[in-house]
């Protein structure tokens, strides 16, 4: 199983966006998925809740403190033949949430959005916390994604030269976009949108999917790999084949 965590503490940087999206993609490809939800809003298990039952499956975990005598432990089930396991953190995490979330990851995803303020505070964070002697003896490789960028200002330079003294790069670029709004309020993902609709999009998210796809492990890896079609919902109730995603042909 792969574990990403999709964690920044600043809030509105777009963490249920890109768990849900990455969710979809994996089922798109036919890998067992699930999303589990830390974040008391439940905006990732909602947006659940929304998908079509003939919509490629994806599980749900809650993994919130819950109320009466319900057992987090319960709520938090992982089916064992999970693949691809996306966590979607919430704002201002800590303690001993965000130490249980960091144990489980194989790889780190942080959205940002390109703005000073964002940038300090996502800045503090990794250095005090992915950047730790503990985090890099572990080498789980973390993947910067610019979320929210305006069209008037595809590259920020600032952004740029904040990657460049941590040494990292950044993995993708999601412009600013009603599509991600269209998708989260229909139970849909990016990759299981009407292709019309969604392709600039979805070449933006690709580099970012391929980069999860290859921290995954060699088996799994494989096995994509070797996997020569997607399914994606092209409207509800209709199935379509899409041929060789890796290679864009979907989007030209």
Known sequence: MNTTLIVNPKGGSGKTTVAINLASYFA????ATTIMDYDPQGSSLNWLALRAPQAPPIRGANATRQKGTRLRSMAMYVPPETEQLIIDA????CGVAL?????????????LVPSAIDIHATGRFIKEVLLTAKMRSRNVPVAIVANKVRRSMPAYRPLEHFLESLELELTARLIDSDVYVKAAE????????DLALSVAERKQFMPLAEWVEGNSGSALGARRAEHQLVRSLDEPGRVVELTALRQQRLVK
């Open 186 to 193: 229909t139970g849909l993902g990016l990759f299981e949108m």
């Open 28 to 31: 798109a490809t036919r890998a």
């Open 90 to 93: 919430p704002a201002a995490c």
């Open 99 to 111: 130490q249980e979330m960091l144990e489980r990851a194989k790889c780190i995803v942080i959205p």
